[in-house]
């Protein structure tokens, strides 16, 4: 079973940026989707931005215009850039890559966004 590991987590002001990475224990040969997804305390995981096979991406609203996912052409894992944080986008990020019979997710990488 693959494993995925994200990185990149860590404290900044609002305004701040961060570039989260995800690597895999082994071999994705392919993908239908891969993502981000995050949970803020007390609160639901939910969706924040996906990259599917043929490379369109969709955005939650609150993070379009400052997040951007893409893809390790080699590894077929996501990274996200992540632009002018604001407190509201603190939580623990997880990537996800799925396929027609795979669902792989990493542990998570805490992101704080505080002054």
């Known amino acids: 079973q693959v494993q995925l590991v994200e990185s990149g987590g860590g404290f900044v002001q609002p305004g701040g940026s961060l570039r989260l990475s995800c690597v895999a224990s082994?071999?994705?040969?392919?993908?239908?989707?891969m993502g981000w997804y995050r949970q803020a305390p007390g609160k639901q995981r939910e969706l924040v931005a996906t990259l599917m096979h043929g490379a369109n991406t969709h955005y939650a609203d609150s993070v379009k215009g400052r997040f951007t996912i893409s893809r390790d052409m080699a590894k077929n894992t996501p990274s996200l850039q992540m632009n002018n944080l604001k407190p509201e986008d603190t939580g623990v990020y997880y990537c996800?890559?799925?396929?027609?019979?795979?669902?792989?997710w990493g542990s998570g990488t805490l992101v704080t966004v505080s002054s």
């Open positions: 996800n890559v799925r396929g027609r019979r795979s669902d792989f």
């Open positions: 082994g071999r994705i040969s392919s993908f239908d989707v």
